[in-house]
Nanobody, 114 residues
Framework: QVQLVESGGGLVQAGGSLRLSCAAS????????MGWYRQAPGKEREMVAF???????TYADSVKGRFTISKDNDKNTVYLQMNTLEPEDTAVYYC????????WGQGTQVTVSS
């Protein structure tokens, strides 16, 4: 059974940084593609960053140059380093794993105050 456990969310002032982590279990992690999505109140869930099994990375235009996704196959963990945070980044952030099926974490709240 695949499980994803996110951590690292919280409240930060604009311009600050946070690092989200997502630990996966129940899957051959190196064979999984991983991503981070977010959903702000009243908005649809959107892709933030995605990394494939061969390390190809895609970012949403709104976070390019500020966010960095990385995947540690030894620790079965994917990270999202978020720098220069803006109030518009406030959302619930979800970890996503794709390996034969799509799996989601429970979400972690990120709030950026102005």
């Amino acid at each position: 059974q695949v499980q994803l456990v996110e951590s690292g969310g919280g409240l930060v002032q604009a311009g600050g940084s946070l690092r989200l982590s997502c630990a996966a279990s129940g899957v051959i992690f190196r064979l999984a593609a991983m991503g981070w999505y977010r959903q702000a109140p009243g908005k649809e869930r959107e892709m933030v960053a995605f990394i494939t099994t061969i390390g190809s990375i895609t970012y949403a235009d709104s976070v390019k140059g500020r966010f960095t996704i990385s995947k540690d196959n030894d620790k079965n963990t994917v990270y999202l380093q978020m720098n220069t945070l803006e109030p518009e980044d406030t959302a619930v952030y979800y970890c996503n794993l794709v390996r034969l099926k799509t799996y989601w974490g429970q979400g972690t709240q990120v709030t950026v105050s102005s």
